[in-house]
């Protein structure tokens, strides 16, 4: 877990070959690491074996513990009464010993508790094995991407299948959404998706995911403009695109810095209208060549070349683009499961903990009772003191 924190997780930050070599840069799915928690969760599923028992035992035992709460019982069918309308269940019955239980399954609690736990457990571990995710960008209007293209920052774990594209994918509309404030509202993007020779259109929001055959699809927030350059530095002619993020607002620009092959900084910006159908962007750049500012800032919402610093930029196009990640891990579901199962025996553990009465008939023919609470006794002693009340309760003749 240390070495996840202290070493970047991505083969593209992480370029120290012995890094590289050990999997450091990929803890969460070298076979090692996965190894390493299996091992470690033994000790977990082997306390709550000891604890289910446990809890089995404190549930059907026939006499409760000793306890400092006890009284004689003078006169057992007002005790009774009292016991049922508090909600004591008569749980077990011998010759000399009656014991009743309020919430009993107060005693399953820890185990129910720590079963969440062990789900959750190896629910992560089959996560961690069978992970196959990573994401893509896709531009408005390019063809589709084909089926099996491998998707960017992939990961793998050791029995998952490679994580390419599950079928020819591509960008068919970006719909945005802003509040009254110019700030983006929802983004949803309409895809194309062909499996197998058969097309659908498919439409997935932010914060939304959604499965199809068994992969979960996630619409990223992070969507904006691309621009295609030109650069022409010297008598070399350089390609280069810019991936402009969605601007915060209508007033604020995103930013992007590029380092060129040169060592030079293009420094870029980009604003948008949210109310013009597309945006309408207005990309500005300006040049950095040893931390000096070289010329003006250049807007290019006039013209598509223009000299930035010194060096001849010309916009060849832009596209919107989107940016969808794709999942096929297996394990999610029982692990949401597993909270649902940790939360109920939370609540069992310190919303219903049980209270014992154990009446044991004395030789000479009296009766005894002992009172024990799980937990919490200070808290519950005012029921204690009722019990005792009605069982020695004067009559009233």
């Known amino acids: 877990m240390m070495a996840g924190l202290v070493f970047p997780q991505s083969s593209l930050v992480s370029q ?21 928690a299996a091992i470690a969760s033994l000790q977990l599923f082997i306390a709550t074996t ?17 306890s400092a709460h006890r009284f004689d019982v ?12 508090l909600g004591y269940i008569q749980i077990r019955k011998s010759h000399k010993t009656t014991r009743f239980v309020r919430h009993p399954w107060g005693h399953l609690g820890p185990s129910v508790l720590h079963i969440g736990m062990c789900i959750t457990v190896l629910s992560v571990l089959l996560v961690a094995l069978t992970n196959s995710s990573g994401l893509m960008e896709f531009f408005e209007g390019e063809r589709p991407r084909p089926q099996g293209t491998p998707l960017n920052a992939p990961q793998q774990g050791l029995l998952a299948d490679a994580p390419v594209l599950p079928g020819d994918f591509a960008l068919e509309e970006l ?5 009254e404030t110019g700030e983006p ?9 062909a499996v197998d020779g058969r097309e659908e259109p498919v439409e997935f929001v932010v914060n939304e995911p959604r499965m199809i055959d068994g992969i979960r699809y996630f619409q990223e927030h992070r969507v904006g403009y691309a621009f295609a350059l030109g650069l022409t530095v010297g008598d070399e002619v350089i390609l280069q695109r810019l991936d402009m993020p969605l601007p915060p607002s209508a007033t604020e620009p995103s930013y992007l810095d590029t380092v060129l092959e040169n060592g030079d900084t293009l420094q870029a910006k980009v ?4 109310e013009v159908p597309g945006g309408a962007p207005e990309l500005v750049l300006r040049l950095k060549r040893g931390g000096q500012v070289i010329g003006q800032e250049q807007s290019f919402a006039q013209t598509s070349q223009a000299m930035v610093g010194d060096i001849d930029v010309r916009v060849d196009g832009m596209r919107r683009f989107s940016t969808v990640s794709f999942d096929r891990s297996i394990g999610y579901e029982p692990m949401f499961f597993s909270f649902v199962v940790i939360f109920i025996g ?3 553990v310190y919303s219903t903990p049980s209270r014992e009465l154990t009446l044991t008939k004395r030789e000479d023919g009296t009766i005894v009772a002992h009172w024990h609470a799980a937990r919490f006794a200070d808290l519950y002693i005012h ?15």
């Open 175 to 179: 719909r945005i959404t802003y509040w």
């Open 346 to 348: 939370s609540m069992l």
């Open 16 to 36: 120290n070959p012995v890094v590289q070599f050990l999997g450091l840069n990929r803890v969460f799915t070298m076979w090692w690491f996965e190894l390493i």
């Open 185 to 193: 509202r929802t983004i949803i993007g309409r895809y194309s998706l």
């Open 383 to 397: 029921e204690y003191n009722r019990l005792q009340a009605a069982a020695q309760a004067k009559d009233s003749t």
């Open 271 to 274: 604003y948008h209208d949210p």
């Open 50 to 66: 000891i604890m289910v028992r446990r809890d089995f035992r404190r549930l059907t035992r026939t006499v409760g513990p000793a």
């Open 74 to 85: 003078d006169h057992p069918g007002a005790l009774r009464a009292t016991m049922s309308r």
